[in-house]
């Protein structure tokens, strides 16, 4: 699977690192629009959930939920949006992005507008990085 | 929680019941512009994954997986993509999505363009209602 983006995103973006955990890496998004948007995808090259063994499946959703509950720490959203899309990479990956009353697409889904990519200095990807990883380790 | 549509979903709406399983109830969506779009949500009226007990979320996973698993099997679409996102509704339901390469929206997000609502007939809701529900319980 030499094509596939997520297989390599890890080794990709070494800035956007911020956790590597027993079935999935976390990794910060490069577009902080939303702040906080973090990817959790698995090490291994799988699709649909229901492909996965059931011990492997709740590892799984305990490690993206473990992630949700330190964005929500850390960020203190009105509410944590999920989603398993992989239509244009299949490879699984979940989007985890907190979203806030305040933020310009409250509360319709992240997709519903376009909107310019926000970027952050390389001081503040390493801030916001540090941040969810020490959140998520005091869980 | 008198307020919540979640809560009283599944009464209001009894042309569109599919299954009631331990954790979840699974309903078709009214709106099949994407064919075989259902909901499976929470009999309880919980919020974030992160505030289930780890043995409640990996059931309700499980379930999420299997009704994944019948629409994937009874609609043969490219992909499943899996949302949970509760801005509006913060009640947990998860939009379980067959996307299709022939699609008009395909690879992008089901919410990344409006559409017209797409209602069916009672005589077809009933049909593809009873398809899930037979392929849900063959698994």
Known sequence: M????????????????IAELEQCRVMLNRDQFF???????????????????PEVRNSVMAEVSRVAEA??????????????????????????VPRFTTDPLWPRPIWSEAHD??????????GRVALIRKTLEAL
């Open 2 to 17: 030499t094509s596939c983006s997520m297989c390599t995103k890890w080794e990709d973006e070494p800035g956007l690192q």
């Open 35 to 53: 702040p906080g948007y973090c990817f959790v995808f698995t090490k291994e090259h799988v699709t649909e959930l229901f492909h996965l063994d």
């Open 71 to 96: 964005l929500y720490t850390a960020f203190a959203p009105a509410k944590i949006n999920y989603e398993l899309l992989g239509n244009m990479v299949p490879h699984m990956h979940w989007h985890l």
């Open 117 to 126: 990519p926000v970027e952050l200095t390389s001081a503040e990807y390493a």
